[in-house]
């Protein structure tokens, strides 16, 4: 079945630096990307959305990247800060299941002071 | 506006009891979904409701069933808990059909079967 693979499970990084985490999804007809930030004890939000028709997407220091070719996309966090310690979800939907929305497993992501 | 409402927040349950969980949303969203989390496991979809007066299966839809009450509610109901079943469980609606459309979650419902 559908399947999207995350990477990495943990990342730690100092404030101030970059954060890239990555997915691959298996359904060549997923169309829409988006990205979810769940801070512990809450509830999943979502931070940033890319559909296939577009290659790359900004929101501040945020920005996602989709490469439909290699069935992959990523999500990468400059000059991050202590406040964006969180868990992040990507996802891909749209595909041949058409109501489904696929989660990664998610990335811990700890940014240290 | 209150978004997506879920309760109960948390319940501690013994094997074979049962339990309906509440959700209701005040977007005016056709689409709902219930969604359970475990460590390391991402979400995943136990049933969804498209519309309105429809309901279909997820990834993991063993042991649940579901009521979309009206266009508002869509509830989850557990009817012989097990200790597998012990998890946090999601509630989400869309606007539309949820693969092509972000989805807007609820708190969350943390369920612990004894």
């Known amino acids: 079945g559908e399947n999207v693979e995350q990477h990495p499970s943990t990342l730690s990084v100092q404030e101030g630096d970059s954060a890239v985490i990555k997915c691959t999804y298996s359904?060549?007809?997923?169309?829409?990307f988006p990205w979810y930030k769940q801070e512990l004890g809450k509830r999943p939000q979502l931070i940033i959305d890319i559909r296939s028709n577009v290659g790359e997407k900004k929101d501040q220091r945020i920005a996602v990247t989709l490469n439909k070719t290699a069935k992959h996309f990523s999500l990468h966090i400059t000059e991050t800060q202590p406040e964006d310690s969180a868990v992040y979800f990507c996802a891909a939907g749209g595909g041949t299941g058409g109501f489904k929305t696929i989660f990664g497993a998610g990335t811990r992501l700890f940014v240290k002071a | 506006n209150a978004g997506v409402t879920q309760t109960p927040k948390f319940q501690v349950l013994k094997t074979g009891q049962s339990m309906t969980l509440q959700c209701a949303q005040d977007?005016?969203?056709?689409?709902m979904y219930w969604y359970r989390q475990d460590p390391g496991m991402g979400l995943r979809l136990i049933y969804y409701s498209a519309s309105e007066g429809t309901t279909d299966k997820g990834e993991v839809p063993n042991g649940y069933n579901v009521s979309r009450l009206n266009k508002r509610e869509f509830s989850l109901r557990l009817e012989s808990a097990a200790p597998s079943q012990t998890s946090v469980y999601f509630c989400a609606s869309s606007e539309r059909q949820g693969g092509y459309q972000p989805q807007h979650f609820g708190d969350g419902t943390r369920l612990s079967i004894l």
């Open positions: 977007m005016n969203h056709n689409s």
């Open positions: 359904d060549s007809a997923s169309n829409y």
